[in-house]
């Protein structure tokens, strides 16, 4: 097909890439360890590890994942952790040892972390302990029979790791009590792994990488199949785009976005790809801890989501961040707002790079050049091997500037839904193409712009929320008669859930239905208003709730 877009690319970035450079994601890791051996590669709390150090735990936790905890090629591991030292070390073990990674939400409720190690059929987590009584609560229903566990200050230096882990439990209680027989520790676990003698595995593109879940209009979680061949894509794909701006083995990256976020999880790997040090930001939320670390921190590159950069700008403290040797902000997950875009080229001088994807992309195939000056509004343009059309609803593109569904070719597209032949068949064309089920226009330069979103999900601070799922959980609320979930603007988080709700009882409110919902649901899933209505709800003729009818009214109130 013709790329008008390829008009755009500035100098020294390709039309098409050499997907096939690396076999895995192993071999990425393999070759970023022996070039860049002695530099840092991740930092966490003042701690970093060296690449050498990242290769030798890694394979350690590989060795103990073969060899003592039993583990088979193609196994599922489950990582539940936050941004830690411990997560490359476990993820690269993992992929190391020819397994299956299943990123959790650390934040689920015991219903959602169920959902996914049963769907997933994970053998084997790991968690953090201020965790464990979650995993504790719904482990007997699920496959898994493997437990490490690790305490936050693990791969800390010995004084540190003791004073912090002492912390973590007994000062500040964040560890609820849990028991979980037979578990190991995660240093005990690279411990044992030491000795024993790692097999190397051979893996090719074919070989499954994630299970990354992701939601539906259906409300069920589904496993997204990514491949090596997909990773390896995007991460070689996304380092074309960015290389020209950046020297390998020479930046420093600041990752608040958490790494079992697809979008952070595929910049993480490209930024290993190219031996630059990342630090980690465990709770981003903490702004006075996270605006410390900026001004102890030399960096050179910051991803984020709009809410985050917005949450930095009204930070006490952050006009005082040195930000002179910034090169490239990057901005996914969500929709930036101009109003944020404009106030940060203004405080850092860098223009926030603003791309597109999704899950069952890897998740990146649309993003603005990094010779941008000034935020658009655009998304971008579709990035090396990667092919964009707008489509009708019969598959037919429809004539520039004009309004369709944003459609997706490449090589980091995924392989399918995990055990869901039907639903993979449903979001793919004829002939190849991925419906991403957003709504926009493409210029006659190739720029994409998206207009709206064909299904009903929201999206709160980048975070997929899907109305059916809040649903079944306000249903099963007994004072609750009807219920709609819609999403609405909010000025921080881009959008927010509202729930709409005919009560059964008289008596029911809003404090009971929060109560209620943060039983069931993660904390950005929760509604951030609720409003009572005595009327039925609007529905079609079959009796399906229109929430288009819902989002009209709030849009009009």
């Known amino acids: ?27 990425v890791l393999a070759s970023s360890c022996a070039r860049f051996a002695d530099l840092p590669a991740y930092r966490s709390m003042g701690a970093a590890i060296s690449y050498r150090q990242l290769d030798e735990a890694s394979r350690a936790f590989a060795a103990w994942l073969q060899k003592v905890a039993g583990l088979q090629r193609g196994d599922r591991v489950a990582l539940m952790m936050p941004n830690l030292l411990q997560y490359p070390v476990a993820l690269f073990g993992v992929l190391r040892a020819g397994m299956v990674v299943v990123n959790v939400n650390p934040l689920y409720t015991p219903r959602e972390l169920e959902h996914q190690l049963k769907d997933s059929g994970a053998t084997a987590i790991v968690v953090l302990e201020n965790f ?21 200050g693990d791969l800390l230096p010995p004084f540190r790791r003791v004073l912090t882990n002492a912390m973590v439990k007994h000062v500040k209680r964040m560890v609820p009590p849990w028991r979980l027989p037979g578990t190991v520790g995660f240093n005990r676990a690279l411990e044992l792994g030491r000795a024993q003698t790692f097999d190397e595995v051979a893996l090719t593109h074919d070989d499954l990488a994630f299970l990354q879940y992701t939601g539906g209009t259906t409300g069920v979680a589904k496993g997204t199949m990514l491949t090596h061949g ?35 999880l595929t910049v993480c790997l490209t930024l290993a790809g190219l031996g630059e ?50 090169k490239l902000a990057v901005a996914g997950g969500m929709a930036v ?34 010779t941008i000056e000034e935020w658009s509004g655009l998304i971008g343009v579709p990035i090396p091997n990667t092919e964009a059309a707008i489509l009708d609803d ?33 979001v793919f064309t004829a002939d190849g193409w991925l419906r991403t089920g957003d709504m926009g226009t493409m210029d006659e330069q190739g720029s994409v712009r998206i207009t709206d979103r064909k299904k009903d999900m929201i999206v709160v ?71 009572f209505r005595r009327e039925p709800l609007p529905k079609t003729n079959i009796g399906k709730i229109l929430r288009r009818a819902l989002r009209e009214d709030a849009k009009a109130a």
């Open 394 to 426: 019969a598959g037919k593109p429809v004539p520039p500037g004009e309004v369709g569904e944003i459609c997706l070719r490449g090589p980091q597209v995924m392989r399918g839904y995990w055990n869901r032949p039907e639903e993979t068949a449903n």
């Open 132 to 152: 464990a009584h979650t995993l504790q609560q719904v482990i007997a229903a699920t496959p898994v029979r493997t437990v490490v566990t690790t305490q936050v």
């Open 337 to 370: 707002q101009r109003v944020v875009a404009q106030r940060w080229k203004q405080r850092s001088g860098v223009p926030l790079m603003e791309g597109y994807g999704l899950t069952e992309a890897s998740p990146v195939a649309i993003a603005n050049p990094v």
């Open 461 to 531: 601070s980048g975070f997929k929320v899907f109305p059916n799922e809040v649903e079944d959980v306000l249903a099963l609320h007994p004072g609750v008669l009807e219920a709609a979930a819609i999403g609405v603007p909010d000025a921080r988080s881009g959008e927010a859930v509202k729930a709409i709700i005919v009560p059964k009882d008289p008596a029911l409110t809003e404090a009971d239905i929060l109560e209620h919902c943060r039983r069931q649901l993660t904390a950005y899933k929760v509604p951030r208003i609720v409003e």
């Open 230 to 264: 997909n990773m390896v894509a995007n991460v070689l794909q996304l380092t074309a785009w960015v290389g020209p701006n950046l020297r390998a083995g020479e930046e420093t990256a600041v990752m608040p976005l958490p790494l079992y976020h697809v979008f952070a």
């Open 277 to 326: 040090q990342t630090v980690l930001v465990a709770n981003p939320r903490d702004l006075p801890a996270f605006v410390r670390t900026l001004r102890q921190t030399r960096f050179t590159v910051i991803v984020g989501v709009n809410t985050l950069f917005r949450a930095l700008l009204d930070a006490p403290g952050f006009a005082d961040v040195d930000l002179r040797h910034l």
């Open 1 to 27: 097909m013709q790329k008008p877009w390829l008009v755009q690319y500035p100098p020294g970035v390709p039309a098409e890439i050499d997907t096939d450079a690396f076999a895995s994601l192993k071999d």
